[in-house]
Nanobody
């Protein structure tokens, strides 16, 4: 069992920046692919950014390419999502997710989920 704890998020105006963090309660963090998903009210949850277990492969949704950066620190067991040039369409609940052995990389059926953190971008 993996427990994910998220921090960061909040409210900004268009063009602002936020950074999300996610820490995992597993000694085997380096064996998990990690991803950020988001869900806006009334919409399906969608993958935003993913990074494989050793950080060598990264994928982004087209809507965030060039604005968001995903990264991980396998020593500290931390996952990050740096979000720049935020737009109102980025408003959503953001979730970090983990899956062992890269089996569902990049945006498949992840088994472990954080509680979510709200990001609100106002115009």
């Amino acid at each position: 069992q993996v427990r994910l704890v998220q921090s960061g998020g909040g409210s900004v105006h268009t063009g602002g920046s936020l950074k999300l963090s996610c820490t995992a309660s597993t000694y085997a963090f380096s064996g998990y692919s990690m991803a950020w998903f988001r869900q806006a009210p009334g919409k399906e949850r969608r993958g935003v950014a993913a990074i494989d277990s050793d950080g060598s492969t990264i994928d982004y949704a087209d809507s965030v390419k060039g604005r968001f950066t995903i990264s991980r620190d396998n020593v500290k067991k931390l996952l990050y999502l740096e979000m720049n040039s935020l737009k109102p369409d980025d408003t959503a609940m953001y979730y970090c997710a983990a899956e062992p052995w890269d089996s569902d990389y990049p945006f498949g059926d992840y088994n472990y989920w954080g509680p979510g953190t709200q990001v609100t971008v106002s115009s």
